[in-house]
């Protein structure tokens, strides 16, 4: 809220709290919330008033975060507003008749009300609905509402009951129902200071002038009070809820005092005489008595001051008044101990101070961690926690702050630093504890002695310190660890292997084991290496159970040689010879457990492979010292292109092993979605695979590996079927043997995506080899980061997500695009997503403003105002979840009147939001 009133300074200063901008809630602000339920409703009313309001769907209508959220629940959680069928209707503007409920709400004068005076009691004219009748005559006897004004013959052209109530009125009855009527009329004939204050009504003048002196408001921006504007329904929550500091009502569910305990879901609050324990949930409302954001549980510190609002012992809504601990501290040097008397001595220069203990009195060590009083040491150094609340300065806790710590206690090591010798320890209050441990410390689990480098971070511990040193950590509850050794035997429930000291280690499997081997795709548990003399050496992370989840090779004997030329094979002795890169001979001895690869990926038998292995045949092999453990017979390379020599008509690719092998042009070339290709137009640094025929004298065909984002152009759910749109028109793809996932890598069903979505395709030639969905996120464009590389979009939902362009991104506007971040700007409306090279793609919705006439529902469609006679563009589609608004109040399509200025923002030519102005 902007502007300053220019009332003279010769106003009167008022000394009491006051509540800065309390009609500028109720005045000023828009927003939303329904306050009052109508006379239809009445039953309704009353007994949704009862209810306990939870923080979490209390109003369907007043999201998290909402700028009246707080008042709106700290409102009904007293009792003083309540809703209609679960909604608040926050923007909707209150009647005058409604406000004259509240405030006798607000004043604890509702009970007062005579139902059987309404016969009598208001003059013909005087309109007023029948259910809030006895409220008004109420409000006159208690001069809430002036008589002579409210009745008088001007004021009585239109209904008085259901008139809209207006800025100026509404400060009339702050100023009455907060007794304060005499303030006004001593200033009434002062002028406001505002721009607008000759269209402030004459009798409206003072109570005004007596807002602004009491620090309720300051205006609007412009220096305007805008005295005939209407006061919705939040406006008039907040005005009250900021309100109650000035006034002297008393509700019965409502207490302050001191935070005492906060435990197991429980806050106990001492009020002065005696302390109440409320139950707290996941719909307690908690929030700050200076600000209007909420806050959380943790926000809320144990010996604060906060206000509580419940019933039945479960709170509502909790208010935080002040957060500084009503607590001292004071340090001195520690004497002795009488645990029989509960009392204990310090030690100063004028004696030994006493200080007497009960059973709720903590004693901790340095950390944090709890001891036994008996085990704090003379002339250690201890702080001493009192309140200050009751009177009676009970001691809270002693703190050992320094000296030798004895200890036995139990909590989760947080990490450990093996160069330090040191561990930190999270003890079960939540505190940490640092020691260094002895050399003869201990650290065990399950009886099995451990290494300190085997200890992880997260793992429940006993642990015990003698003379401020760890004497010993016992593992309750490993979260996981790790041992390394070779492998030796492996089968389908265990794993053994040697340890480096030569011993011999055993573990069982656990139900899921992932296998990592570096350089391997997806490496399983055949591709492992278990043998006495050449096994892999590998780490074993084992969980709580001690059972093994994790096997990663770190170091493997393997021999493994690419693109051999087979010299001889002898088929009585199962000898091969073969000759690698450099021309130096290897011989190895094939068996039945050597593991075979011919062209098509099948595994035949050495007798079926045994007549390939002619001179001159190409074949991988991997091999333990002479012993072959796999034979491939060549059937294609796959690596990069790095150079294509269009004079000798050879290219050049490199393997993922490091080899660059010089081969003849293909016949053939394949990508997916073009056709007509020759080498020459891939290009170098593509990743792509040379097939070659069983002779592998030439090459059949290249397929290139790429990845694309297209869009979906139809979704064939019933027979796995889906096509995507090219440059070449649409292409069927069959997805029953493709991986489906979405961006995360989570599986999806082919039924999750329709037409029109984006989705990225991976494949090898022609054949793809998996499909990704893209996820799109449309909304408003909240903050732009230049430097940083990022913009954060809010959805339509409500939430925010932040992308990270990474340098990497490109604006589509209209039919232009841009390379820069800083060409968008905040509140435009964009898609945005992430295309298959990481990408950030930022597609700028059109927009456009116009004057709303009409809605055809049976079309779905909104029709404008035309621009001009000659104007066809005026009808729109509008999607099914248009986002209809005015600020933050969602409306309904219905709401918007003729000549109503819109702005209107389209996806695809349809319409998915309409912002009112």
Do not use: C
């Not at 009503?326 to 220069?349: D, H, I, M, Y």
């Amino acid at each position: 809220m902007s502007g300053n009133n220019k009332r003279n300074n010769n106003s009167r200063e008022y000394t009491k709290k006051t509540i800065s901008v309390l009609l500028a809630g109720a005045m000023v602000f828009g927003g939303a919330g329904a306050v009052f339920a109508d006379g239809a409703s009445a039953a309704g009313a009353s007994a949704t008033a009862s209810m306990t309001v939870s923080k979490t769907g209390a109003f369907s209508d007043v999201s998290s975060g909402f700028w009246a959220e707080k008042h709106i629940y700290k409102l009904a959680a007293q009792g003083l507003i309540v809703g209609n069928n679960g909604k608040f209707r926050p923007g909707d503007p209150v009647t005058q008749q409604e406000a004259v409920l509240m405030a006798l709400r607000f004043m604890k004068l509702e009970n007062k009300a005579a139902a059987n005076s309404v016969a009598t009691a208001l003059p013909t004219g005087f309109d007023v609905s029948n259910y809030y009748k006895p409220y008004v005559v109420l409000a006159f006897q208690q001069n809430v509402l002036d008589k002579a004004t409210e009745m008088s013959a001007d004021n009585l052209k239109s209904s008085w009951g259901t008139r809209k109530a207006t800025r100026e009125w509404i400060a009339e009855l702050l100023i009455r129902a907060l007794g304060k009527t005499s303030d006004a009329l001593s200033v009434t004939n002062e002028p406001s200071g505002f721009a607008d204050d000759a269209k402030i009504s004459s009798d409206k003048r003072g109570y005004i002038n007596a807002a602004i002196d009491l620090g309720l408001t300051n205006g609007l921006k412009g220096n305007i009070f805008n005295p005939q504007g209407e006061v919705t329904r939040a406006q008039l929550a907040t005005f009250f809820s900021r309100a109650e500091a000035q006034s002297a009502a008393v509700y019965d569910n409502t207490a302050s005092g001191i935070v005492t305990e906060l435990k197991d879901g429980k806050m106990t609050v001492y009020s002065g005489a005696a302390s109440a324990v409320y139950s707290l949930s996941s719909g307690t409302a908690y929030f700050t008595s200076a600000a209007d954001t909420a806050i959380s549980l943790n926000d809320i510190q144990p010996y604060t001051k906060v206000t509580v609002i419940g019933k039945n012992g479960a709170a509502s809504y909790v208010e935080l008044s002040d957060a500084k601990p009503q607590v001292e501290t004071t340090q001195g040097t520690f004497a002795r101990l009488s645990p029989s008397a509960n009392k204990f001595w310090l030690k100063s220069a004028e004696g030994y101070p006493e200080y007497a203990f009960d059973n709720a009195t903590s004693f901790v060590d340095a950390g944090g961690s709890a001891i036994a009083a008996s085990s704090i040491s003379e002339d250690s150094i201890v702080a001493i926690t009192r309140e200050t609340f009751t009177g009676q300065n009970k001691v809270l806790k002693v703190q050992v702050t320094s000296g030798i710590v004895n200890k036995t206690s139990s909590g989760t090591l947080k990490s450990i630093d093996l160069t330090a010798k040191t561990i930190t320890f999270t003890n079960a209050s939540g505190t940490e504890d640092t020691f260094k441990w002895s050399d003869s410390a201990l650290f065990s689990y399950q009886k099995a002695i451990l290494q300190p480098s085997e200890l992880k971070g997260g793992t429940a511990v006993n642990y015990t310190i003698k003379n401020s040193l760890i004497a010993s950590v016992e593992v309750t509850q490993s979260v996981e660890r790790t041992v390394q050794g070779m492998l030796t035997e492996l089968t389908d429930s265990s794993v053994v292997y040697k340890k480096a000291d030569g011993t011999r280690g055993v573990q069982l499997l656990a139900a899921s084991t992932a296998v990592v081997i570096q350089g391997y795709a997806k490496p399983a548990a055949a591709d492992l290496i278990a043998d006495a003399t050449y096994g892999d050496t590998v780490e074993l992370t084992l969980n709580g159970s001690d059972q093994v989840t994790k096997i990663t090779v770190v170091n493997r004997r393997l021999e493994q040689l690419f693109g051999t030329t087979v010299v001889s094979y002898n088929f009585k002795t199962n000898l091969l010879t073969v000759t690698d890169s450099g021309n130096q001979a290897h011989v190895y001895q094939l068996d039945a457990n050597t593991k075979f690869i011919n062209a098509n990926g099948n595994l035949p038998t050495l007798s079926s492979i045994a007549s390939m292995l002619t001179e001159n045949r190409k074949v991988n092999v991997s091999a333990l010292g002479q012993r072959m453990l796999s034979l491939e017979i060549v059937s294609k390379y796959e690596g990069t292109l790095t150079s294509v020599n269009t004079a000798t008509k050879m290219f050049v690719l490199k393997t993922a092993d490091g080899r660059s092998l010089s081969l003849p042009y293909p016949p053939m070339v394949e990508m997916f979605g073009r056709t007509g290709l020759s080498i020459t137009d891939v290009s170098v640094g593509t990743v792509v695979t040379a097939f070659l025929p069983t002779s592998q004298d030439v090459l059949t065909s290249l397929k290139v590996k790429t990845s694309q984002q297209l869009q979906l152009a139809y979704v064939d759910a019933a027979n796995n079927k889906l096509g995507v749109k090219t440059s070449g028109g649409n292409i069927d793809i069959y997805t029953l043997a493709l991986p489906l996932t979405d961006e995360a890598g989570q599986t999806i069903k082919l039924s999750d995506l329709k037409a029109g979505d984006y989705v990225n395709v991976s494949a090898l030639g022609n054949s793809p080899l998996s499909i990704q969905s893209v996820k799109l996120t449309t909304g408003q464009v909240t903050a732009i980061d230049a430097a940083a590389g990022s913009l954060s979009v809010k959805d339509y939902s409500g939430a925010v997500q932040t992308f990270g362009a990474g340098g990497s991104v490109k604006i589509v506007r209209d039919s232009a695009a841009s390379g820069a971040l800083g060409s968008l700007s905040l509140s435009e409306r964009a898609e945005v997503r992430k295309d298959a090279d990481g990408t950030t793609i930022v597609r700028v919705l059109p927009v456009q403003s116009r004057s709303f006439s009409s809605y055809d529902a049976a079309a779905g469609r909104i029709v404008v105002k035309r621009d001009t006679v000659d104007d066809e563009n005026y009808r729109f589609t509008i999607s099914p979840n248009v986002y209809i608004h005015q600020g933050d109040t969602t409306l309904s399509v219905q709401s918007i009147k003729e000549n109503d200025k819109i702005t209107l923002y389209f996806n695809n030519n349809i319409v998915v939001e309409i912002v009112k102005q």
